[in-house]
C-alpha cells in the first residue's frame, strides 16, 4: 500500500468522522459539555482532513491542484469558528456560527462532489450542481441560526 492511499484512507475516516461530528454538534445543546467536546474532535478531524488533502493534492498536483485551494479554504473556514470560540473575539458567536457550519458544507460538498456518482439519486443530478447545492441550502440556513442565537443568548449564556 502506497503513501498515497494511507493518506486517502486517513483522509476518508477523518471525513467520516467529521460528518458524523457536524451533525451531532449541530443538533446538541449549545453549552459546555457535548457540543464543545464533539466541536474539538470536529476540529481535529477537519485538520486531518487538511493535512491529507495538501499532502495528496501536491503528490498528484497535476490532477488535484484544486484540491489545494478548497483544503485551504476549507480549513480556514472550520478554523474561524474555532478560533472566535477559544479566543471570544467580538461577534465571535456570529464568526463560530458561520465558520464551522460553512466549512459542515465544504465538508458536504467535497463528499457529494467526490461520491455523487454512487449515491441513488444524487448520481441524477448534473455534477455541476453538486458543488453549489449544499452552498445553496446552507447559507440561508447560516443566516437563520445566527439570528435565533444572536438575538435569543447573551454571549454569557452561550457556551461557558
Known amino acids: 500500500m502506497g503513501v498515497v492511499t494511507v493518506l486517502l484512507v486517513i483522509h476518508i ?4 468522522v467529521c460528518l458524523l461530528t457536524g451533525a451531532i454538534a449541530s443538533i446538541a445543546k449549545k453549552k459546555k459539555g457535548n457540543h464543545t467536546t464533539i466541536g474539538e474532535v470536529y476540529h481535529g478531524g ?15 498536483w497535476s490532477e488535484s491542484a484544486y484540491l489545494f485551494y478548497i483544503a485551504i479554504f476549507s480549513y480556514s473556514l472550520v478554523l474561524l469558528g474555532y478560533l472566535a470560540r477559544k479566543l471570544r473575539w467580538r461577534n465571535w458567536l456570529k464568526m463560530h456560527i458561520g465558520g464551522m457550519l460553512g466549512s459542515y458544507i465544504g465538508i458536504i460538498t467535497a463528499t457529494l462532489v467526490v ?8 448520481n441524477e443530478i448534473p455534477s455541476l450542481l453538486l458543488w453549489f447545492i449544499p452552498t445553496i441550502i446552507g447559507t440561508p440556513l ?19
Open 46 to 60: 477537519y485538520l486531518v482532513i487538511f493535512i491529507t488533502s495538501l499532502v495528496m493534492a501536491i503528490v498528484n
Open 115 to 122: 461520491n455523487g456518482s454512487k449515491i441513488p439519486l444524487v
Open 142 to 160: 447560516i443566516t437563520i441560526v445566527s439570528r435565533r442565537y444572536s438575538s435569543r443568548t447573551k454571549p454569557k449564556e452561550f457556551i461557558q
Open 13 to 16: 475516516i477523518a471525513g467520516c
